[in-house]
């Protein structure tokens, strides 16, 4: 029922080469077709009708693409004078947060946080630890990032990235222009200007700027990792082509996730227990974080190799299926009408058209690892099991799910292939603009820079080009 499996033949140096497609029956789970006519079983063995051909990959068979677009970077010197700077975006949840509560009443019928209290609520070296249940209310408010129908923090809430906390601390002045590297992650790219975080493009395009000044023109390196590439990607696009061309020497995104991710759903679905953290708890937060609501499986055409269409399932509630058309009606349908309306904000974004931005880029990323592709639910996804309830109410489904892992997919066990490998989509339009596209998978390469040797003999080999410097023994960059 719903033929729709494939087995893939991935060989020579990570390159995916070939996509061998075979039909198996796997029943009526994740990834048929919505609406796909079904003939039976019988009908195909007598020869009544024709079984249903397998369905279209979700990549094309030449995934890794080495496009210089004719240029020798090496003969032409456009990295002879190296660059001035390497500005990296870190990944999702990196940056230690701080809190000031003062509250006059509180939130949703929480309990009441501290009064003039200020504390660790992500990590860093004082405070940051983990709420115990008793307490956990104050701390979901605390670090939440979408309240009232606005993308912004709780009322009688300041928070900024600072990695110590203690009763002491303050808030930076928002007049000081300067940038430390570090980035509020519970925000996506959208970055409303009515909250403090919002002036972060200005300021990072400030201090960028000053860097080339300081260095006699010298450009910069954009260096993003996992949920850092979007934010890059997302800080690269909201400045002109002029300014790209002006500061940015290259754009170097490893292990990215362009297309979205599924754990960033799970961690809706059955809870989120990144890092240690009580998965119900961290359930709490993650309806009201609009990073991860941004990070959701993005919706394309039928025949969009880099995105999801409106006939692939990514959850199956006991035979309701949902696919990333419906991943609205999902959220109302568990009773969370807060949660669908921030997706209602970050669901169209600047990822969806994915502009190319035209300068020289160097993404590296990983495939062949089990990732997760879907969800089924052993039961319908109602506002009683599913709903945000508070912490005293229902803030962690009791219903039994299981993962669903495709083998046409699979990226680098976060990201799933289409997502990891997806700036081949940028390929045409750097020919035409004459800039490089260099986006190199790496067989069994998980989520993190340095898994595999050649990675990072790349890795390595990638900022010694862009550095200007002699590349070191042994550099493959140009031919694979």
């Known amino acids: 029922r719903g033929e729709r499996c494939a087995a893939c033949q991935l060989a020579n140096m990570g390159r995916v080469r070939s996509w061998l497609w075979v039909s198996v029956s796997v029943g009526a789970v994740v990834g048929r077709c919505v609406g796909e006519p079904e003939p039976s079983a019988m009908d195909i063995f007598f020869g009544k009708a024709s079984a249903p051909p397998p369905a279209p990959p979700p990549l094309s068979g030449e995934v890794t693409t080495l496009d210089w677009n004719g240029i020798d970077p090496v003969t032409d010197k456009r990295y002879a004078d190296g660059y001035s700077s390497v500005i990296e975006f870190s990944g999702f949840s990196a940056a230690a947060l701080c809190a000031k509560v ?13 009064a003039n209290a200020t504390y660790g609520i992500w990590g860093g070296k004082a405070g940051g630890k983990f709420p115990s249940p008793e307490v956990a209310s104050c ?30 601390s303050t808030p930076p002045d928002p007049k000081d222009l300067t940038w430390n590297g570090a980035y509020d992650w519970r925000y996506s790219g959208k970055r409303p200007q009515e909250s403090e975080h919002g002036k972060l493009w200005p300021v990072i395009a400030a201090h960028i700027e000053a860097k080339v000044e300081k260095a006699d023109g010298k450009k910069v390196v954009i260096y993003a990792h996992s949920g850092g590439t979007i934010t890059a990607y997302a800080f690269l696009m909201s400045q002109t082509p002029a300014w790209r061309k002006a500061n940015v020497l290259a754009f170097m995104p490893v292990v990215p996730v362009f297309g979205g991710t599924l754990i960033s759903l799970q961690s809706i679905l059955t809870g989120w227990d990144s890092y240690g953290l009580d998965k119900c708890i961290g359930r709490q937060a993650a309806l009201r974080l609009p990073s991860l609501l941004w990070m959701w499986p993005r919706l394309g055409k039928a ?59 160097y993404a590296l990323y990983g495939y062949g690892v089990s990732t997760l592709t879907g969800m089924e639910i052993d039961g319908k996804l109602t506002p009683a099991e599913f709903g945000s309830g508070g912490v005293g109410g229902a803030p962690c489904p009791t219903v039994k799910s299981k993962v669903v892992h495709s083998p046409t997919d699979a990226g680098d066990g976060i990201g799933p292939l289409r997502s990891t490998s997806r ?4 390929a045409d339009a750097h020919k035409a603009a004459g800039v490089v596209n260099w986006n190199m998978g790496y067989q069994g390469m998980r989520h993190c820079e340095f898994c595999t040797p050649q990675s ?15 590349l070191p023994t042994g550099c493959n960059l140009f031919k694979r």
């Open 102 to 114: 003062d509250r006059k009443a509180p939130i949703d019928g929480h309990t009441w946080c501290p």
């Open 423 to 426: 700036a081949s989509q940028w």
């Open 139 to 168: 701390w979901i408010d605390s670090i939440r990032g979408f309240y009232a129908g606005k993308v912004a923090n709780a009322p009688g809430t300041e928070v900024w990235v600072s990695s110590s906390c203690t009763d002491k």
């Open 303 to 361: 025949g969009d190799k880099w995105l999801w269409d409106d006939k692939e399932v990514i959850v199956n509630a006991s035979g309701v299926l949902y696919t990333a058309k419906d991943l609205d009606k999902m959220l109302e349908d568990m009773g969370l009408h807060d949660t669908a309306a921030l997706y209602g904000i970050e669901k169209a974004d600047l990822l969806d058209t994915f502009h190319p931005p035209n300068v020289d880029t």
């Open 456 to 470: 990072k003999a790349d890795h390595d080999c990638l900022l010694a080009l862009l550095g200007g410097k002699a």
